[in-house]
Structures are given as C-alpha cells and as structure tokens.
C-alpha cells in the first residue's frame, strides 16, 4: 500500500482535486438553489411540498441511470456527473431545510411579521440565521453521500477517486483498493472538519 501511494503520488493527487471539483461544487449549487426554493417557497407552501416529493423520486433513481440519463444532452465527464451529484444533494438540503423552518418558533415569525416585515425579509432576517445548523446537518449528510456517489462518477470519465478504487477492482489489487478507500475516507473527514469550523464561525452566538 506504502509503496503504491509512494509511487503514485502525483497521480492520486490529480485525483484527489477532481473528486474535489465534483463534489464541491456540486454541494454549493445543491445549497444556493435549495435556499432560493426555499425563500419562494414560503409563499407556496404546496407548491414547497410537491418540490420535495419530486427531488425524492429523483433521489431514487440509481446513479448508472442517471448518468446514462443525462449523457446524451451533457455529454461522457464531469458536467454530467456534477448535475447528478447536485440533484442528488438537493432532495437531502431541501428536505433537512424544511424540517428546520417547521422547528423555528411561529411566535417569532408572528412578532417580525406584526412588526411590518415582508416574507422575505423574515426569511433573510430572522429564519435564515436560525438555519444555520440545519444547513450544515444536511450539508454533511448530502456529502457523505456526494462523495460515494462521485467514486461511482469515474464510469462516465469524470475522473476522481473512483477511478482508483475501479483500476483496483480490475487488477484485483488490495493495496489500490485500500488506497483508494482511505484517500476518500480522508477526504470526506477532511471536508467535514472544514464544515464544522464554518458552522462555529456562522452560527448566531446567544
């Protein structure tokens, strides 16, 4: 395993920082648009609820479908996978959202609301920073999740990590397995440390 990594080491860096671009960006769109979903939604509540069940059956549908899915329209490579991967976070950003408003106090709402507010502005002022923790529970979660689903994105030649654990599956490899894992398990830690240190710093101090 030491011996591989050692001389591989340029190689699984490259890899490391396309599984990085496949994620990343795919969880900060995920959020922006569950976020803008969820500010239009506020005036829509029915229409709020029929959203999550449809990012649901989207969330079902199996990773091999959903890129054979897109790649007539986007193409083999990271476009199509970063769609999928942003797809998939929604349903679990969207879904952790709309528990969190639903825990917020209504009595606040009510006291910024008789206090001449618009809905947007409840939203951006009041329930926007008491989200900040659902934010990140469903940032974590949907990352977890992004990273298992970008291994699988290597099938499409959107490179990254996958693309290890498959070359390790073909050669019947332990040690390329093992690599592999442990790059993504580290990876996936490292990610989420970064989350819980912004959570500290955005999270509104009582």
């Given at each position: ?194 989350l819980w240190w912004l959570e ?7």
């Amino acid at each position: 395993m030491k011996a591989y990594f050692t001389e591989n080491y340029a190689e699984l860096l490259a890899y490391t920082g396309q599984q990085l671009i496949l994620v990343v960006p795919a969880l900060v769109m995920a959020l922006v648009i569950a976020l803008g979903l969820i500010s239009w939604g506020l005036k829509h509540p029915q229409v709020m609820t029929k959203l999550v069940y449809f990012f649901s059956v989207l969330y079902a549908v199996p990773s091999y479908a959903f890129f054979a899915l897109l790649i007539p329209f986007l193409g083999l490579g990271m476009p199509t996978a970063i769609v999928v991967l942003t797809l998939y976070s929604e349903y679990i950003l969207l879904r952790t959202l709309v528990t969190g408003l639903e825990e917020i106090d209504p009595s606040l709402v009510e006291a910024a609301r008789g206090l001449g507010l618009t809905t947007g502005q409840i939203f951006t002022k009041i329930q926007l920073p008491l989200l900040v923790p659902a934010i990140f529970s469903g940032l974590r979660v949907a990352l977890a999740a992004a990273m298992g689903s970008a291994t699988i994105a290597a099938t499409i030649s959107a490179g990254g990590l996958g693309q290890v654990l498959f070359t390790g599956l073909q050669m019947q490899d332990i040690n390329i397995l093992l690599v592999g894992t442990f790059l993504t398990v580290a990876l996936t830690l490292l990610l989420l440390l970064g989350l819980w240190w912004l959570e500290k710093i955005m999270t509104p101090q009582i």
